[in-house]
């Protein structure tokens, strides 16, 4: 059972910008921008943030990740490694030019890694990931780290030490503590020095800035294959045994890019990936694909000596906003109701066949409303399959879930009842199946329900093929 919390305008854009490309500037709490489980495995905080930093970050992520653009690829674009594409404008973007990019704590026990500096319209902004801090903390002694945690760093540029601005974020049941600083500046000079110098590192973290190139042809970035209006760009390198594969998204359709050859489900990430390389060798899965706050990439296990290798993405998992009313009707007592209930969208027509009234099987007097659901596509090479997001609409007498979305406390979830919880299940179709949502319900039976979809998935099927050109 999962919980739906209906997310703010800022975790949206995060939400669209974590899925859509993939790239993100900085570390984010998945489980906060989903929004779909009850027990928090990730602590999020602000430190040093002034409202307008925030608001400017949003907006150099909405510019960089998300570019919704109507033109076709014959225009300049510029490349932002680690980061994205963008269609040229008068905007200007550099990056850095590591020097030092991995240092190891005096004492051996932790490692810091310079993850990326991007510099765009006046300010530069860099993310910094530590493995080996916080590691076995509670989640209130971590959120108290976290406190103070950015007073560990530095950062000088040309040895002038500089103040900054910053949010900090760890991830619990690891040692992962990242840090992501920006600062206000004037174009910096490829010369400019940069060196971020952390507490317990004898040796900083440093890096020069360069502009970044500019193309005409998303093929000169990388290998790139294009279908649906979706461009697909890559560079790959080898490190020993792994093969490590950025991708970079850019497209002209209207909706955002939820898993490279994952299924539509919320909780995507446990299926297995879809995405593999052939080799001379044979076929070679996805050994996982990471989301940090470096860009996005697969891995792969790839022998020694094999030095080609062909990618195969066989469908893309997308999402569209749109917002659909749908009324059902609530059997009064515990059976099965045909319903026949139709809704158009621009994907396709949603089909209800019929609700069914259950009790749930426990001592809490619960029940459960269970909505059927089927779909029925517009477009050829396209599978529409689901809804993403949705916000209910209860009942007078039915209780209203009032479900805080920041509960650290394990124990304190673990005991929220049944009736409370919401389900969605998606069967071998991978396309939702039924919505299952717990209740209680007082004085005289309700006649209808309603749901309000936020976001709609679907499947777009042409498969991508792309020849790697991989340097070590």
């Not at 995060?14 to 989903?34: C, I, K, P």
């Not at 510099?119 to 990931?129: A, D, K, M, Q």
């Not at 052939?278 to 860009?295: E, H, K, Q, Y």
């Not at 749930?360 to 909505?371: A, F, K, S």
């Amino acid at each position: 059972m999962q919980y739906k919390i209906s997310d703010n305008e800022f975790d949206k854009k995060l939400r669209a910008y974590m899925t859509s490309s993939g790239e993100q500037a900085f570390q984010l709490n998945e489980r906060r921008v989903f929004g779909n489980a009850p027990a928090y495995k990730k602590v999020w905080a602000f430190r040093k943030v002034h409202a307008a930093a925030v608001v400017l970050l949003v907006l150099f992520i909405s510019a960089v990740a998300i570019p919704q653009v109507s033109s076709a690829f014959t225009k300049l674009f510029s490349f932002i490694p680690g980061v994205g594409i963008v269609e040229k404008s008068n905007i200007l973007f550099y990056v850095m030019s590591p020097v030092v990019r991995e240092v190891e704590r005096d004492d051996l026990t932790a490692t810091a890694m310079l993850d990326n500096a991007v510099y765009s319209s006046g300010h530069l902004n860099i993310s910094i990931t530590v493995n080996g801090w916080h590691s076995g903390e509670t989640k209130v002694e971590l959120e108290k780290s976290l406190a103070s945690y950015s007073n560990n760093f530095t950062l000088y540029i040309n040895g002038e030490q500089c103040a900054f601005q910053s949010t900090t974020s760890a991830t619990m049941d690891s040692a992962l503590s990242g840090l992501q600083m920006w600062i206000a500046m004037n174009t910096p000079n490829s010369d400019d020095l940069f060196e971020v110098r952390i507490e317990g590192f004898s040796t900083p973290l440093s890096f020069t800035i360069i502009a970044c190139q500019d193309y005409n042809d998303l093929a000169e970035i990388g290998p790139t294959d294009t279908h649906n209006g979706i461009s697909i760009t890559t560079t790959t390198y080898r490190d020993n045994d792994k093969l490590i594969v950025w991708y970079y998204p850019f497209y002209t359709r209207q909706d955002w890019i939820l898993g490279f050859g994952n299924p539509l489900p919320a909780n995507y990430k446990a299926w297995a990936n879809e995405t593999y390389i052939v080799t001379g060798s044979g076929l070679l899965s996805a050994d996982r694909a990471d989301i940090n706050s470096s860009g996005t990439k697969f891995v792969f296990d790839m022998p020694a000596g094999e030095d080609s290798a062909t990618l195969h993405i066989p469908y893309l998992t997308m999402w569209r906003h749109e917002e659909k009313k749908i009324t059902v009707p609530i059997p009064q007592d515990y059976s099965y109701m045909e319903c026949n209930v139709t809704v158009n969208t621009s994907l396709g027509t949603i089909r209800i066949p019929g609700v069914e009234r259950a009790p749930l099987q426990n001592d809490t007097g619960g029940e459960v409303l269970r909505i059927y659901f089927d779909f029925d596509s517009i477009e050829d090479g396209m599978v529409f399959g689901s809804i993403l997001d949705y916000k209910l609409h209860y009942p007078n007498n039915w209780v209203v879930p009032r479900l805080d979305p920041y509960i650290y406390d394990d124990e304190r979830s673990n005991t929220i009842p049944d009736w409370l919880l919401i389900n969605d299940c998606y069967g071998d179709s991978k396309r939702l199946e039924y919505i299952e949502i717990g209740f209680l319900e007082y004085g005289k039976p309700a006649k209808n329900f309603s749901l309000s979809t936020l976001y709609l998935g679907y499947y777009l099927l042409d498969e991508y093929v792309i020849p790697l050109y991989i340097t070590e």
